[in-house]
């Protein structure tokens, strides 16, 4: 019996060590595939950002199969980031990088804490929440300083500069510009200096100084040539084609951007080109050459057709209208208008009722007093309604698809082979070592059976005891831990109310000042001088620096401090939730009616019930489960 319980056990360890084995090629085989993803994906995001999905959703595969260490998780966030930052812009990405920021917290790894603290700032600032991206700005300000690394601060200083530019705080934006210059001219960094002079021309731009503007963007342009960023470089000469037309010097603003458009069709910079088109078509106009103008806009308009640039469209179109009505081919202007206001219509332009007013001329020219008529009445109706009409915002995420159904049914049948390949060879030694096992466990367990019976007997006798002289202290334990727990729900409650309340007023104010500024800023344009228009602007842009602080930031803020980790359940259970949803969820969870959200976010009760609708289907939530209550319940 010996003898044969010798040669078993020796048997059964050649086994598990040939499946080890042979589970470590697997493994090996896994690595490789993984490690040839993340050169792909590192390459296609640098050289071929438009092909890198293709392969960010094989890695997102893979990781389903093989479960990835945190690094590689983190790779894969920011990977996915930085795709729906470049391609999609959208709260998808603020998503995958505070999923990032989580991964670097557990690994505690200071360094990729900074760096993922940076990336949340720039995806803030890229969907202009000035607000989140000032805070995550600061905080990864803070740790690169404490690093001693002044690259990484000029950087966060410039990145800082653009969010205050967004808040309308242009005294902050440039304190923060004149650091990152302090740290950036003493270095080889052309470009990221030359971005610093392009924000500082910009602020000059909008405080209507001019000459300040040529002179730094000038600055911005001398440094992108020493850098080789051809993109940037158009870019700059494009804006100093702008500055010398608001400065009438006409020639010089043709110069620049014929320089611009010539880098434009090097690098195949489409909406640059129609942009610059466009521009020069405006010149040519104002220095008295229509049929140049036109002959300009013509062009611009040829390749926002093809590049599906809509905005731009709608402008040529407009000036192309005016340019037929003044040289009286009124049924062609009509035909220009009539295209223009389709656009209009369908992105909601705030120049709609400019082309409206020009239909209404136009109509009225040939005699047509009714058509003139309607299009008059609309015009009016636009203007009457910036005094009196609310302003609604529904704000629709757009889920990624899969590039064709032909093409991901091809990757699909690939991955299905190759997997069933390897899970068959895992399968048949496993199914060996298995039977193996089972037969070695079973011998053990009738080797020890009797020893164990009777230490078990032992423990339970003595674990009976101990239970028994616990039970009486754990009932008054959790007799008080019940009492802490309702005080502290009745506290929880109290202090929700209060929130709600006191953040009422603010939203109010901030929702009625933020609607007088979106309905006064196309009427910045209706002045004749640039004095009044500055003048204008300024006082639009004080109103911005009384609303920059977003209320709900404050009860964002306050009540993740109440309620840790709420959004990271919800993330976790579907990573698309946007922003404003999670904010709808945070107000669900105080179990508020939807009559007082909407009186909070300044919303219809329909647009309420639809939120609460995408949230339910979000979650996967069957229709006789109360939303409230399984919010609650996290």
């Not at 503007?213 to 911005?220: L, P, Q, S, V």
């Not at 700059?236 to 608001?246: C, E, I, P, Q, T």
Request: charged residues 25%.
């Amino acid at each position: 019996m010996r003898v044969d319980l010798k040669f078993l056990l020796l048997f059964s360890l050649i086994n598990i060590c040939c499946f080890c084995l042979a589970t470590n090629v697997v493994a090996a085989q896994d690595t490789f595939t993984w490690n040839l993803l993340k050169t792909r994906i590192e390459y296609h995001q640098k050289n071929n950002p438009d092909s890198v999905f293709f392969y960010l959703k094989k890695a997102d595969s893979l990781s389903r199969h093989d479960e990835l260490n945190s690094k590689d998780q983190l790779f894969l966030m920011n990977s996915w980031g930085n795709y729906y930052s470049e391609m999609q812009p959208s709260d998808t990405a603020i998503v995958f990088f505070d999923n990032a920021l989580r991964i670097s917290k557990m690994l505690n790894d200071q360094d990729l804490i900074s760096d993922q603290l940076f990336r949340l700032a720039e995806a803030y600032n890229d969907h202009y929440v000035s607000d989140s991206a000032l805070k995550y700005y600061q905080m990864s300000l803070a740790r690169f300083r404490k690093n001693n690394d002044p690259l990484s601060v000029a950087s966060a200083l410039s990145g800082k500069a653009s969010a205050f530019i967004i808040a309308g705080n242009l005294k902050e934006a440039l304190e923060n510009l004149y650091g990152a210059e302090e740290i950036l001219k003493f270095t080889t960094e052309y470009r990221d200096l030359g971005v610093v002079y392009d924000n500082i021309a910009l602020i000059n731009a909008r405080l209507g100084y001019e000459e300040n503007t040529i002179r730094y963007g000038k600055k911005a342009l001398s440094l992108y040539q020493k850098s080789r960023d051809t993109l940037l470089l158009a870019d700059a000469y494009a804006n100093l084609g702008v500055s010398y037309k608001n400065l009438n010097q006409n020639d010089s603003a043709f110069f620049f951007y014929q320089r611009s458009n010539e880098l434009a069709r090097k690098i195949k910079s489409n909406w640059l080109l129609a942009k610059n088109l466009h521009n020069i078509g405006v010149v040519h106009d104002v220095t008295g050459n229509p049929d140049k103008a036109a002959e300009s806009f013509l062009a611009s308009l040829q390749i926002c057709r093809e590049e599906n640039l809509r905005f731009g469209a709608f402008n040529n179109l407009f000036n192309l209208g005016d340019h037929e009505l003044n040289q009286g081919d009124v049924q062609q202007a009509i035909r220009y208008f009539d295209e223009a206001a389709e656009i209009g219509k369908k992105e909601n332009l705030d120049n709609l009722p400019l082309v409206y007013d020009k239909l209404h001329l136009a109509y009225d020219k040939i005699g047509r007093n009714q058509q003139a008529l309607i299009f008059l009445r609309k015009y009016m109706h636009f203007r009457d309604s910036i005094f009196k009409a609310e302003k609604h915002q529904e704000i629709m995420e757009l889920q990624t698809r899969y590039e064709t159904q032909e093409k991901e049914a091809h990757i699909l049948k690939l991955q299905k082979e190759k997997e069933s390949e390897k899970l068959l060879r895992a399968y048949l030694l496993l199914g060996f070592a298995g039977v193996v096992s089972v037969a070695l466990l079973l011998l053990l367990f009738i080797w020890r059976k009797h020893a164990r019976a009777k230490q078990k007997t032992l423990e339970l006798e003595k674990d009976n005891e101990h239970k028994r002289s616990q039970m009486e202290k754990l009932q008054l334990e959790k007799k008080l831990q019940e009492e802490t727990a309702e005080k502290y729900r009745l506290d929880l409650k109290l202090k929700e109310q209060e929130l709600v309340y006191h953040i009422l007023k603010e939203v109010g104010l901030s929702h009625l000042v933020k609607m007088l500024k979106d309905k006064l800023m196309p009427f910045t344009w209706q002045f004749s001088r640039k004095k009044d228009q500055n003048q204008f602007s300024r006082t639009l842009d004080e109103l911005s620096n009384d609303i920059s602080k977003d209320p709900l930031a404050d009860f964002e803020e306050m009540f993740i401090q109440m309620h840790d980790g709420f959004y990271e359940k919800l993330i976790d259970i579907n990573p698309g939730l946007t922003r404003s949803e999670l904010q709808m969820a945070a107000l669900l969870r105080m179990n508020l009616p939807s009559k007082e959200i909407a009186s909070l976010l300044h919303l219809a009760l329909s647009t309420i019930d639809k939120r609460r609708h995408h949230i339910r289907q979000k979650l996967n939530l069957p229709s006789d489960q109360s939303l409230s209550a399984f919010l609650i319940s996290l």
